[in-house]
């Protein structure tokens, strides 16, 4: 049975028809920068290359862990990154260091479309002052005002909106969106209906994440189990599928979300090695976005955000404000049957896999998510034992396969 991928600048989607079989002949589609769908070209702009530049960015990071700015600084923006669709888009404006913003809508005028602007309080910005986006952002607009820089997206509707800030690097995050929230709704069977799912293949290019002592990095392990996975859940489930990236290629934690809100995903996963200081520690866990419940889960969301353990404690502290109550049930009714199943799935062939269980925690990968959303850490690589499974086929293989039941499952409104 055939299944086809399609690979394009970072972006690999998985196509099946409806009865579950896969359609080799993709219809034409524009190309875009980030991600194409064949079903229906769901796009999503990037910004030009010389807008993003990754080594900036993570010297920029690691600059905010090491030196936080001086709170008696100006505050200045420093760059603007978008992420558009036709239905959906993401704005990422850098700041060197936390500000006030107010939000705003304004209506259409004769000459205008509606408007939504975000005042930052004491910023300076001496960029270019008219990015185009494309989409349902036209454009990215900014002027100054009396104390403020007044940042502006020319929409071509009314929008749903969130607008949240991210510490380390500082930056304030302001995604708009055709349609609400998505929560796969029951069917009068008691079926969730789930077209399309995003794999999320954690780290990448120059990020290996997580390295265990016999070298094995986090980056390779994710991508393969999501390899894994991918065509099972297109061919087998008949739900078109994409993975954010589809080979060793950095792609920003800003972008994994817009890519799964420009796909109009139903499902999000992310896919990651755990990693610890004790050898000893070893185990299966899943992760929602919520307030951290502990201090292990803390631990973990600072090294996948590139933070500090006080910016992730901070983060999520606040992260119940860019929740959306249904969508984060659903996320963890998801994490939970992703627990089982993974562990079903690998226990009948390694001993003394540990349940690690489902926990809370500020995950930016999974912020700004318009779709449940969940972080798999699917072993630590850090734990010798683990490491060696990590690196077998049959332990990929039977990692995804959990996945794949658990979707399923999922599915099935169990």
Request: hydrophobic letters at 40%; glycine letters at 8%; aromatic letters at 6%.
């Amino acid at each position: 049975m055939r299944f086809w991928t399609l690979a394009l600048l970072g972006a690999v989607a998985c196509k099946s028809t409806a009865a579950g079989q896969p359609d080799p002949t993709p219809a034409p589609f524009p190309r875009v920068e980030l991600v194409a769908t064949p079903s229906d070209a769901a796009q999503i702009e990037a910004p030009p290359s010389s807008d993003v530049d990754a080594g900036a960015r993570a010297a920029a990071t690691a600059a905010a862990v090491t030196a936080p700015a001086d709170p008696r600084a100006p505050v200045m923006v420093t760059q603007i990154e978008r992420y558009g669709s036709k239905d959906s888009a993401r704005i990422v404006v850098f700041v060197t260091r936390q500000a006030e913003y107010d939000v705003g809508e304004l209506d259409a005028t004769a000459t205008l479309g509606p408007r939504l602007y975000v005042d930052i309080a004491g910023a300076q910005y001496a960029g270019r002052r008219n990015l185009d986006v494309g989409g349902i952002v036209q454009r990215v607009r900014t002027g100054d005002g009396e104390g403020r820089l007044r940042v502006v997206l020319d929409l071509q509707q009314k929008v749903y909106k969130r607008v949240f800030y991210l510490p380390e690097p500082p930056r304030v995050v302001i995604d708009v969106s055709r349609h609400p929230p998505r929560s796969a709704w029951q069917r009068g069977d008691g079926e969730r209906e789930l077209r399309r799912l995003v794999l999320d293949p954690g780290h990448g290019g120059h990020d290996p994440g997580a390295i265990g002592g016999a070298g094995l990095e986090e980056k390779d392990v994710a991508l393969d189990v999501a390899h894994r996975a991918a065509p099972l859940i297109a061919r087998e489930l008949g739900i078109d599928t994409l993975l954010t990236r589809d080979g060793d290629e950095f792609v920003a934690l800003d972008e994994r979300v817009a890519k799964a809100n420009a796909f109009a995903a139903d499902l999000f996963i992310s896919i990651h090695c755990n990693a610890s200081e004790s050898p000893q520690s070893h185990g299966v866990m899943s992760f929602v976005l919520d307030v951290s419940a502990d201090a292990t889960s803390e631990r973990v969301a600072a090294r996948e955000n590139f933070t500090s353990r006080a910016a992730a404690a901070d983060f999520s502290s606040n992260v119940r404000s860019v929740l959306d109550a249904h969508t984060a049930r659903s996320s963890l009714r998801f994490a939970q049957l992703l627990q089982r199943s993974s562990l079903a799935s690998v226990s009948p062939f390694y001993r003394g896999v540990q349940d690690g269980g489902v926990r809370r925690a500020g995950f930016y990968v999974l912020a700004g998510a318009r779709m449940p959303a969940v972080l798999f850490e699917v072993s630590f690589i850090s734990n010798p034992t683990e490491e060696s499974r990590l690196d077998s086929d049959h332990y990929r293989q039977k990692l995804a396969d959990g996945i794949v039941n658990a979707v399923r499952a999922y599915r099935e409104g169990k």
